[in-house]
């Protein structure tokens, strides 16, 4: 007789990542429509969840409940190696090349420099020797600028250049609220790009690299300060190519100031902002015969990040009037809506 059935699956830790899960999840789906077909039931409602501390009972669950003890093979933040924490980051293949990258030729050639010097690294370590004066020769970058300047495109960018993944990790992500943990995630990020033969990322570094606290009283401070030790440390082993992307360079610690290689990501040129139109306005958008990337390249003040959002705003606008075409007028409209918030904004 077909019947329904409840199946509940728990244990998949947090820390494992998303495409991992899903990954997972996937698996279970494909096997619960077997036991469909070899068992003869109707529906089986497959939930797929986590074993997190946030979802177990409470310790004083009054008299009558009960809760599953621990496994004896799970293990708690402190206990984990550092193998496992690595876990949780994992490379992918990088989203846009060179060719996509529009940033001023000084800029540009720059970029291209430093790429060039890793490449030549095997050269001069290994068949030159320089490894005897410096036994970890490391490859840092540090790509400073305000937002919307193409500093994570570029690290896509370098990563496609050198056929390799990447590895993306913000401060966020690093950061633990368990004292302690920050400088075990620190390690883990590195060992996690060399696992992977990945070219490090590592977003909102400022907060990461900044100088270390003096006179420091409190457990959240002294956490801060074994999170930049540990990353001094990794700095000097790894082997690998680490990018961070920063949007204030100003209070960076002088440990890590000296220990790479800055490039500064500065607002598009005049060039760039025409390139950067043409990019954005992909042929299938209905916009108007004035509609001319040359003319609104004279909008100056703004970046890639702003010409994509004006003319996603402006599609938008024009969709809900009703509007058949996108004018010029449109365009224009979008960025001085853009700036004028960003300066509010910045007034507040």
């Given amino acids: ?48 969840g986590t074993d997190s501390p946030e979802e177990r009972p409470p310790d004083d669950c009054g008299e009558g409940s009960s809760r599953q003890p621990r496994s004896s093979g799970s293990k708690s933040n402190e206990e984990m190696t550092v193998e496992e924490r690595a876990v949780q980051y994992q490379a992918r293949k990088p989203l846009y090349g060179f060719d996509f990258l529009v940033i001023a030729d000084e ?54 250049y050198l056929k390799k993944p990447m590895l993306s990790a913000s401060y966020a992500q690093i950061e633990s609220k368990y004292v302690g943990d920050g400088s075990k995630n620190v390690e883990a990020v590195f060992h996690a790009a060399e696992r992977d033969n990945a070219i490090l990322f590592i977003d909102e570094s400022d907060s990461l690299l900044s100088r270390r606290l003096v006179n420091v009283t409190q457990g959240a401070e002294q956490a801060i300060n074994s999170m930049r030790s540990q990353l001094l440390i990794c700095l000097e082993n790894y082997q690998g190519i680490v990018i961070f992307s920063t949007n204030l360079v100003e209070n960076y610690d002088r440990g890590f100031e000296t220990r790479m290689r800055h490039i500064h990501f500065p607002l598009p040129d005049r060039k760039a902002r025409v390139q950067l139109w043409k990019n954005h306005l992909p042929k299938e958008l209905p916009c108007a015969v004035d509609v001319n990337p040359e003319e609104l390249a004279e909008l100056d003040c703004i970046c890639g990040r702003d010409i994509k959002n004006a003319v996603i705003d402006a599609a938008l606008r024009s969709a809900r009037k009703g509007s058949r075409l996108i004018t010029k007028a449109d365009l224009v409209d979008a960025v001085v809506r853009l700036r004028d918030s960003r300066i509010k904004r910045d007034e507040d």
């Fill in 1 to 48: 007789m077909a019947i329904d059935q409840n199946i509940h699956v728990t244990g998949i830790p947090r820390y494992i990542p998303e495409p991992i899960r899903k990954d997972c999840s996937d698996k279970l789906s494909e096997a619960v429509k077997d036991l469909l077909f070899r068992s003869g039931m109707k529906k089986i409602n497959l939930t797929v």
């Fill in 107 to 160: 800029v540009l050639e720059t970029l291209l420099s430093a790429v060039d010097l890793i490449l030549v690294r095997e050269q001069v370590f290994n068949e030159w020797n320089l490894k005897s004066i410096e036994p970890f020769p490391r490859a840092a970058l540090n790509f400073h600028g305000q937002p919307g300047t193409g500093k994570t495109l570029a690290a896509h960018a370098v990563a496609s």
